[in-house]
């Protein structure tokens, strides 16, 4: 194995990252820390508890959710679709490491950035209402698999783009609206049994109440389904992956 | 000479159904510089495309240093440097980071001391911290240059290194180009410019329609193809080339003032002797002449000339 183009690979992102601090750190904690003025204080005020806990705490698990999954898509999409749009995409194809090295490169950094983003909304949510977490460790399982399957979602995204717009496309016309839909703001428990229903083929709900769970016990549907889930997604972006090395989809011809 | 690259019966042939390059048999010599030149869309990047590893062959077997470059493909990269016709490179990172980057990506331990030397033989040490966006087209060529030797490759390929480089940077590439040579590295480098592998190649190979139309030492092909011409500016001109003067086959020019004779620089005798007496003889005149030789570039345009 290549270890020192992986490594490579990872630091030169995380340099990106670094760079543009601006645009990758600070700028999705502010949008959180807005989130929680307006939901949390300003409405959340008059909502009574939802299953036991004040609604400023109760949608601090969404919303940490939210932007490690849009987070790691855009890394991740935009890592891989870069060097495709400038052209430098000519040396991974032409350096001596195995397609599997370039994915470990790419994403784990891009997994990397929005773990440590989602760590820093944590902080920042500490900050606006008291927290606990009752299985910390179930909690970084949960945040770390998500952004590990999402950087891979990203990267089949950046993969499979060949213009801004659909670099765009997928994280704003399918990601999001699932993301809010998926319980960020709300328990699914609370919808009409037919809307529930319906949530339930949103992957995005298996990610969140599991990670709600982590905090506070409360979960929409049971963890293993979650996890499970949650597994399932990685393995069929893992599958898509594949193909597209096997293939050379979109990366030679 | 042993080959370094060994390319057997290789066909390509793209998605739309276009062939791209049709049997290509090609032995590259370690040491050598081996230019390639055809016209535009003859097939030189897809060739060196597929050797790198950026296109997929649709037949054939290729061997970088004995490794298949499928099956051992990364002992066979890691022999390879490419330096592509394009300026593609990361606008936002330093000269110094972007290159160090490339050796990492080809598996090589960390060696500043490997890099500094790569960035002073390309002038480029004084930039080391520059972003890559605000230097010059030429010194970005010379950062691709850089990148390509930053892993201290044996082949290394230049595809169109001085595609619009002024003339001074041009003869500096050059001389990059031959210490490298001096150094043990194998060139290949496709150029438009034939008065750049007629200066700079051993061999040259020339591609046309996606096939090698020829392989050849570059002196032997100068030899072989070359003519050379002797013109005679006369003393006044002349309506008619006299009968008496007819084995010689010459030309006369428009307006009659010149005679133009041609004859192969291999031949045992040129016959020049001979006509010069002839002349006298027929009492024609000439008050100064000149010889002119065949330059690759006429052998190579009668090669891919269409008829």
């Keep these: 194995m290549n270890i020192r183009a992986i490594q490579a690979i990872y630091l030169f992102e995380m340099a990106r990252t670094w760079r543009t601090l601006l645009q990758s750190i600070v700028s999705p904690v502010v949008s959180t820390s807005l989130y929680f003025v307006v939901f949390g204080s300003a409405i959340g005020s008059r909502i009574t508890q939802v299953e036991g806990v004040s609604y400023g705490t109760f949608i601090v698990p969404g919303l940490v959710m939210l932007s490690v999954l849009t987070q790691s898509i855009a890394n991740a999409s935009f890592g891989i679709y870069f060097p495709k749009f400038v052209g430098t995409i000519y040396e991974l194809l032409s350096a001596p490491i195995s397609y599997y090295e370039i994915v470990l490169g790419y994403v784990g950094a891009a997994a990397t950035k929005s773990i440590i983003l989602g760590l820093i909304i944590l902080a920042t949510a500490g900050l606006f209402v008291p927290l606990h977490i009752h299985h910390p460790f179930w909690m970084l399982a949960f945040l770390v698999l998500t952004a590990v399957t999402f950087s891979l979602f990203g990267f089949i995204i950046g993969i499979w783009a060949d213009g801004f717009e659909k670099l765009q496309m997928i994280p704003m016309l399918v990601v999001t609206p699932l993301t809010f839909l998926g319980g960020s703001f709300y328990s699914v428990n609370m919808l009409p049994p037919t809307w529930r229903t319906i949530s339930l083929l949103n992957p995005v709900v298996y990610l969140i109440s599991g990670f709600r769970w982590s905090f506070y016990e409360i979960s929409d549907v049971s963890v293993g389904l979650s996890v499970g889930m949650t597994l399932a997604f990685l393995a069929i972006c893992m599958v898509a992956v594949w193909w597209i090395f096997k293939t050379g989809y979109r990366l030679k011809n | ?307």
């Design chain 2, 1 to 307: 000479m042993a080959s370094i690259i060994s390319v057997a019966h290789l066909s390509k042939t793209y998605g739309s159904g276009f062939k791209a390059l049709d049997n290509i048999n090609l032995e590259i010599q370690r040491g050598e510089i081996f230019a390639l030149l055809g016209p535009n869309g003859a097939g030189k990047t897809t060739l060196i495309s597929i050797i790198c590893g950026i296109a997929n062959p649709t037949q054939g077997k290729i061997t970088v240093g004995g490794h298949d470059i499928i099956h051992s493909y990364r002992a066979a990269r890691s022999l390879i440097g490419l330096v592509p016709q394009e300026l593609h490179t990361d606008a936002f990172e330093s000269v110094w980071a972007t290159v160090s980057f490339s050796r990492g990506l080809f598996g090589k331990p960390k060696n500043p001391a490997h890099i500094e030397r790569v960035l002073k033989d390309l002038s480029l040490w004084d930039k080391k911290d520059a972003k890559i966006v605000t230097l010059s087209g030429g010194m970005k060529r010379r950062v691709m240059i850089a990148k390509a030797l930053s892993h201290e490759p044996q082949v290394l390929f230049l595809d169109e290194p001085t595609a619009g480089v002024d003339v001074e940077l041009r003869k500096g590439m050059w001389e990059v180009v031959r210490r490298l040579q001096a150094s043990g590295v194998t060139i290949i480098l496709t150029t438009h410019y034939i008065d750049e592998a007629e200066e700079m190649a051993d061999r040259i190979g020339v591609i046309n329609k996606g096939e090698i139309i020829l392989v050849e030492d570059k002196a032997s092909l100068m030899q072989k193809l070359g003519k050379k011409q002797l013109r005679l500016q006369l003393q006044s001109s002349i309506e008619a080339i006299p009968p008496a003067l007819s084995p010689y086959k010459l030309e006369l020019s428009d307006d009659g003032s010149e005679l133009i004779y041609s004859y192969d620089t291999k031949g045992e005798r040129t016959g020049i002797t001979s006509l010069l007496g002839d002349l006298r003889a027929a009492g024609i005149k000439f008050s100064d002449l000149e010889t002119t030789q065949t330059s690759l570039e006429d052998i190579f345009v009668s090669l891919v000339r269409t008829p």
